[in-house]
């Protein structure tokens, strides 16, 4: 059974700060994954998805590598900014279905 | 496209009553998902369907919980009867196909009393 798990739970940072957030799967066998955010009391955006046979992707400040042979992805987030505040939730999928982590929820202080 | 689109967005009934809960998830995608999002249990798939079909609802937690798809632009989770213990935020999910990313509705928010 997959299991995902995130570190730090939570993280609080001053805004300017790069930062990384980790996620780790048990099962290596996946076809991709995928990082979302969720605002407090609000729906979940995806932000980065990987496919099992890249190993990273990009998007504006936010970089996503997978290492799959080891189980790993990181969420980079550059020059972090009040409005990056939110639950970051990493996701594999083995098939059909993801698998969550239970998140981290970062702050960024102004 | 709108997105998936979930109704209602808050709902909020008595211990007993049957609680229904839609979905509409993006055209011509194949695959449907319903998750239950908690504090104590994070995210967890109850069902999806591929093309309509159930695939899976290994995650459906009681009888009291089931859910249709009865064609490719419509779906419910229906929970009969409702108990305090199911308040939590229902998400629909839809994607095109494996290994392709997956979109979320914006969710409903269940409260039970």
């Known amino acids: 059974k997959q299991e995902v798990t995130q570190i730090p739970a939570a993280l609080s940072v001053p805004e300017g700060e790069n930062l990384v957030l980790n996620c780790s799967f048990t099962?290596?066998?996946?076809?991709?994954l995928q990082w979302f955010r969720q605002d407090p009391g609000k729906g979940l955006t995806s932000l980065l998805l990987?496919?099992?046979?890249?190993r990273e992707q990009t998007s504006g400040r936010l970089n996503a590598s997978l290492d799959k042979s080891s189980g790993r992805s990181t969420l980079y987030i550059a020059a972090s900014q009040p409005g990056d505040s939110a639950t970051y939730l990493c996701?594999?999928?083995?098939?059909?279905?993801?698998?969550f982590g239970a998140g981290t929820i970062l702050r960024v202080k102004s | 496209d709108a997105g998936v689109i979930q109704s209602p967005r808050h709902e909020v009934t008595e211990m007993g009553q049957e609680v229904t809960l839609r979905c509409k998830p993006i055209?011509?995608?194949?695959?449907l998902f319903w998750y239950r999002q908690t504090m104590m249990r994070g995210l967890e798939l109850l069902i999806y369907?591929?093309?309509?079909?159930?695939?899976?609802d290994s995650g459906m937690p009681e009888d009291r919980f089931s859910a249709k798809m009865p064609n490719a632009s419509f779906s419910t989770l229906k929970i009969q009867p409702s108990e305090p213990r199911d308040s939590a935020v229902y998400f629909c999910?839809?994607?095109?196909?494996?290994?392709?990313?997956?979109?979320f509705g914006s969710g409903t928010r269940l409260t039970v009393v």
């Open positions: 999910a839809s994607s095109p196909d494996s290994p392709y990313g997956y979109t």
């Open positions: 099962d290596s066998a996946i076809y991709n």
């Open positions: 990987i496919q099992s046979s890249q």
């Open positions: 996701a594999v999928s083995g098939g059909n279905k993801l698998v």
């Open positions: 055209s011509g995608h194949d695959y």
């Open positions: 369907f591929n093309n309509n079909v159930p695939i899976d």
